[in-house]
């Protein structure tokens, strides 16, 4: 008896073990044994995005992110530093390098990469200097000089978005806050957690951040565009990591670049005395009813179970391939399809607008069911969701999942919605399935 106790055990530690993996695709696998060294396109002068330390070695919130990738998917990763961020970007143009760890996606950039999604976001704000300009947006910004790091996302940003700024382009995150320093410019842009780690080193005095931009650093990772099942696979392993390690990796690099001092002591100060007179109350409750005990542990693990469960949703629909789209109530004639349509299924966005196009990419055994349904609910004026298969254009299958709102739009009903790519979901119901019958077994 000990032993068949023993052995289910085993099983069902192996079982965890396996369904907890990475899972990949054969073509995601076989490109990686087809790829296995990559060349990693490095800024060496960023902190503490990535940079070299004393030693030379690579280092960094990027290079701990790098680190894992390659324990989970068993390949090497070799840094290649051209001699700024300018020539960085270049060779990624050119196909000399096969992944960039840390990149911002910009449509400049959208023509010739492709992105994993965010794995780090901070916001983009404005640096001054004591006794000059205090802007404290991008309006205070025009009329002044603003210094940015040399063809990093801000300097993208502003000199597409605010064509008429006086921006001074400089070579790193040091040169631009020594600028700032000397009087030779007014204001910095620049991403709060570089900005706030190259001032302590630095030791500058009399500068701060004066205000904050719309944007916010979304930090990726990007491939060449002709790789983009590398960034798929990328995705899958950020997805993969878990929350104790995420929060490692950033408590290390930048878990002091907010100061929440104040918010501490304020709360010490007036926080505590009630806290302390809830906890009296607690006491007195609990000992008068000794059954609150358990309602409490209850609920705390109900309460831990929902976080689980949102982290896992949280992290399934990020991963997710969506098109936005318009149509036509009368003929369900797309007016409007977002530009991810023509990379997740390959037709042109032109073909999306004819008429009667949605018809060629429904899969035949699925064209009459969704079509009835569609036109049933439309006629009752409900929103509604369908999922159903599509072909692409290269005769491939997908599983997609179409929410549909009615809105009026001026004087005519439209329907617009949102097509979710679902067939890893559906790919992974499917397994789960399969282990549950089997462990059952």
Same mark, same amino acid.
């Given at each position: 008896m000990p032993r068949l106790s023993a052995m289910l055990l085993l099983a069902l530690l192996t079982w965890t073990a396996t369904a907890g993996a990475l899972t990949l695709t054969d073509e995601e696998?076989?490109?990686? /044994?087809?790829?296995?060294?990559?060349?990693? @396109?490095?800024?060496?002068?960023?902190p503490p995005f990535e940079y070299r330390d004393e030693e030379g070695r690579y280092q960094g919130l990027a290079a701990d992110y790098i680190q894992l990738i390659q324990e989970r998917l068993s390949i090497t990763l070799t840094p290649v530093e051209p001699a700024s961020w300018t020539a960085v970007l270049e060779d990624a143009k050119q196909g000399k390098l096969d992944l960039l760890p840390g990149i911002m996606s910009t449509p400049e950039r959208q023509s010739y990469m492709a992105f994993t999604r965010p794995y780090l976001d901070f916001p983009i704000v404005i640096l001054a200097h004591a006794g000059g300009a205090q802007p404290r947006n991008l309006k205070d910004l025009y009329g002044i000089k603003v210094a940015v790091v040399e063809n990093y996302a801000p300097h993208e940003l502003l000199r597409t978005q605010h064509p008429d700024l006086n921006l001074v382009a400089l070579p790193n995150i040091s040169s631009a806050l020594q600028a700032l320093a000397t009087d030779e410019v007014d204001a910095v842009v620049g991403d709060l957690a570089s900005s706030v780690w190259s001032l302590r080193q630095l030791k500058l005095e009399g500068l701060y951040v004066s205000g904050e931009t719309p944007y916010r650093y979304q930090l990726a990772m990007g491939v060449p565009r002709d790789s983009k099942i590398l960034?798929? =696979?990328?995705? /899958?392993?950020?997805?993969?990591?878990?929350?104790?390690?995420?929060?490692?990796?950033?408590?290390?690099?930048? @878990?002091?670049?907010l100061d929440h001092r104040t918010f501490w002591s304020d709360v010490l100060m007036y926080g505590l005395p009630g806290l302390l007179l809830l906890v009296t109350v607690l006491a007195v409750v609990i000992r008068i009813n000794r059954r609150l005990s358990s309602e409490i542990s209850r609920r705390v693990a109900l309460?831990?179970?929902?976080?689980?469960?949102? +982290?896992? +949703?949280?992290?399934?629909?990020?991963?997710?391939? %969506?098109?936005?789209?318009? %149509?036509?109530?009368?003929?369900?004639? +797309?007016? +409007?399809?977002?530009?991810?349509?023509?990379?997740?299924? @390959?037709?042109?966005?032109?073909?999306?607008? =004819?008429? @009667?196009?949605?018809?060629?990419?429904?899969?035949?055994?699925?064209?009459t069911r969704a079509q009835a349904f569609c036109d049933h609910e439309v006629q009752a004026g409900r929103d509604h969701s369908l999922d159903y298969r599509v072909i692409t254009a290269d005769g491939r299958c997908l599983w997609v999942r179409d929410i549909v709102s009615l809105i009026e739009h001026g004087h005519e009903p439209v329907m617009r919605g949102l097509m979710i790519d679902i067939s890893e979901t559906k790919q992974t119901e499917e397994a789960l399935r399969l282990s549950e019958q089997k462990f059952a077994s």
């Amino acid at each position: 008896m000990p032993r068949l106790s023993a052995m289910l055990l085993l099983a069902l530690l192996t079982w965890t073990a396996t369904a907890g993996a990475l899972t990949l695709t054969d073509e995601e696998r076989g490109w990686l /044994k087809a790829h296995p060294q990559l060349r990693l @396109g490095i800024d060496a002068s960023w902190p503490p995005f990535e940079y070299r330390d004393e030693e030379g070695r690579y280092q960094g919130l990027a290079a701990d992110y790098i680190q894992l990738i390659q324990e989970r998917l068993s390949i090497t990763l070799t840094p290649v530093e051209p001699a700024s961020w300018t020539a960085v970007l270049e060779d990624a143009k050119q196909g000399k390098l096969d992944l960039l760890p840390g990149i911002m996606s910009t449509p400049e950039r959208q023509s010739y990469m492709a992105f994993t999604r965010p794995y780090l976001d901070f916001p983009i704000v404005i640096l001054a200097h004591a006794g000059g300009a205090q802007p404290r947006n991008l309006k205070d910004l025009y009329g002044i000089k603003v210094a940015v790091v040399e063809n990093y996302a801000p300097h993208e940003l502003l000199r597409t978005q605010h064509p008429d700024l006086n921006l001074v382009a400089l070579p790193n995150i040091s040169s631009a806050l020594q600028a700032l320093a000397t009087d030779e410019v007014d204001a910095v842009v620049g991403d709060l957690a570089s900005s706030v780690w190259s001032l302590r080193q630095l030791k500058l005095e009399g500068l701060y951040v004066s205000g904050e931009t719309p944007y916010r650093y979304q930090l990726a990772m990007g491939v060449p565009r002709d790789s983009k099942i590398l960034a798929g =696979i990328l995705d /899958k392993v950020l997805a993969d990591l878990s929350a104790e390690e995420i929060s490692a990796i950033q408590q290390h690099w930048v @878990g002091s670049v907010l100061d929440h001092r104040t918010f501490w002591s304020d709360v010490l100060m007036y926080g505590l005395p009630g806290l302390l007179l809830l906890v009296t109350v607690l006491a007195v409750v609990i000992r008068i009813n000794r059954r609150l005990s358990s309602e409490i542990s209850r609920r705390v693990a109900l309460e831990q179970e929902l976080r689980r469960s949102e +982290y896992h +949703y949280r992290s399934l629909v990020e991963s997710l391939s %969506a098109i936005a789209w318009e %149509a036509r109530v009368s003929d369900f004639t +797309y007016s +409007y399809v977002s530009p991810h349509a023509e990379a997740l299924l @390959g037709y042109p966005l032109s073909h999306w607008l =004819i008429p @009667g196009f949605w018809r060629n990419i429904i899969h035949p055994a699925d064209l009459t069911r969704a079509q009835a349904f569609c036109d049933h609910e439309v006629q009752a004026g409900r929103d509604h969701s369908l999922d159903y298969r599509v072909i692409t254009a290269d005769g491939r299958c997908l599983w997609v999942r179409d929410i549909v709102s009615l809105i009026e739009h001026g004087h005519e009903p439209v329907m617009r919605g949102l097509m979710i790519d679902i067939s890893e979901t559906k790919q992974t119901e499917e397994a789960l399935r399969l282990s549950e019958q089997k462990f059952a077994s």
